[in-house]
């Protein structure tokens, strides 16, 4: 499985795209123009491809768009100690949101990336970035039933 980030800023050149150790090329591809792609609901200049995800910072430094391959269904749990919001996934467990100030349901439309929660403790530190390459469902209150 290859993973695809679409660049939204400018055409795929030297110096525009990271370069991890280790972690091969396998296509670079440029549209002739700013082209909409379906695949992340916005215009880009092309898309890379690399054999293994690449990092959160790699991908905001580079301003890259993943190409989504996994969607997590959330469960909205409350708010911990701290006030920030938490959630659990189909397979248990937690994710937090870390900077959202605003009623839950604004941080959930505008799509905040979330961070695990260390020792997947409701009360537990944020610990890692969501991967870029999950899509996030919110199930409704009436859908928790």
Same mark, same amino acid.
């Given at each position: 499985?290859?993973?695809r980030y679409?660049?939204t800023?400018r055409?795929i050149m =030297?110096?525009s795209?990271?370069?991890?150790?280790?972690n /091969?090329i396998?296509t670079?591809?440029n549209?002739?123009?700013?082209?909409?792609a379906?695949? +992340?609901?916005?215009e880009?200049?092309?898309y +890379?491809e690399?054999?293994? =995800? %690449?990092g959160?910072f !790699? +991908?905001?430094?580079?301003? %890259?768009?993943?190409?989504?391959t996994?969607? %997590?269904? %959330?469960?909205?749990? /409350?708010?911990d100690s701290?006030?920030?919001y938490?959630?659990?996934d189909?397979n248990?467990k937690?994710?937090?949101?870390t !900077?959202?100030?605003?009623?839950?349901?604004?941080c959930?439309e505008?799509g !905040?990336?979330?961070n695990s929660?260390?020792?997947?403790?409701f009360d537990g530190? =944020? !610990?890692?970035f969501?991967?870029?390459? +999950?899509?996030v469902?919110?199930i409704?209150?009436e859908?928790?039933e």
């Open positions: 499985m290859n993973y679409y660049s800023q055409p =030297p110096g795209y990271p370069k991890p150790e280790g /091969g396998v670079v591809y549209f002739d123009n700013k082209t909409y379906e695949e +992340i609901q916005r880009a200049w092309g +890379i690399y054999a293994r =995800p %690449l959160h !790699d +991908i905001v430094n580079y301003e %890259l768009v993943a190409a989504k996994k969607t %997590l269904h %959330l469960k909205y749990l /409350g708010c701290w006030g920030r938490v959630y659990e189909e248990g937690l994710w937090k949101n !900077d959202c100030c605003s009623p839950r349901e604004c959930e505008r !905040d990336t979330l929660a260390a020792g997947n403790d530190e =944020p !610990d890692c969501m991967s870029a390459h +999950i899509a469902e919110y409704g209150e859908e928790q």
